[in-house]
Nanobody
Framework: QVQLVESGGGLVQPGGSLRLSCAAS????????MGWYRQAPGKQRELVATITNGGSTNYADSVKGRFTISRDNTKNTVYLQRNSLKPEDTAVYYCYANIKYYSGVYYKNGDFWGQGTQVTVSS
């Protein structure tokens, strides 16, 4: 069907930077929205940033000015550049996409999630 694969997570010191990548593959016709969510231990999953097919972006208040989301439509890939990382950014980051895809019979829209990549910000 459709799969999202994240990469780029890891351990970084406070103030450092990391870039996450997420590549979508499968029977994709178009990607309506692509972005990132995160879930910290004991907390609810929250929106980090999204970007639409037309390039409109949306950021959580906690990451504005520090994170930048971008996409490469030719590769069905979304990126999250994360600067000035804080311990509060520690979480599992999940790639998200709303995709119009081919079911084998017809096209339809659906939500897809990556398996998550751990980001730990610690000194």
């Amino acid at each position: 069907q459709v799969q999202l694969v994240e990469s780029g997570g890891g351990l970084v010191q406070p103030g450092g930077s990391l870039r996450l990548s997420c590549a979508a593959s499968g029977s994709i016709f178009s990607i309506n929205v692509m972005g990132w969510y995160r879930q910290a231990p004991g907390k609810q999953r929250e929106l980090v940033a999204t970007i639409t097919n037309g390039g409109s972006t949306n950021y959580a208040d906690s990451v504005k000015g520090r994170f930048t989301i971008s996409r490469d439509n030719t590769k069905n890939t979304v990126y999250l550049q994360r600067n000035s990382l804080k311990p509060e950014d520690t979480a599992v980051y999940y790639c998200y996409a709303n995709i119009k895809y081919y079911s084998g019979v017809y096209y339809k829209n659906g939500d897809f999630w990556g398996q998550g990549t751990q980001v730990t910000v610690s000194s």
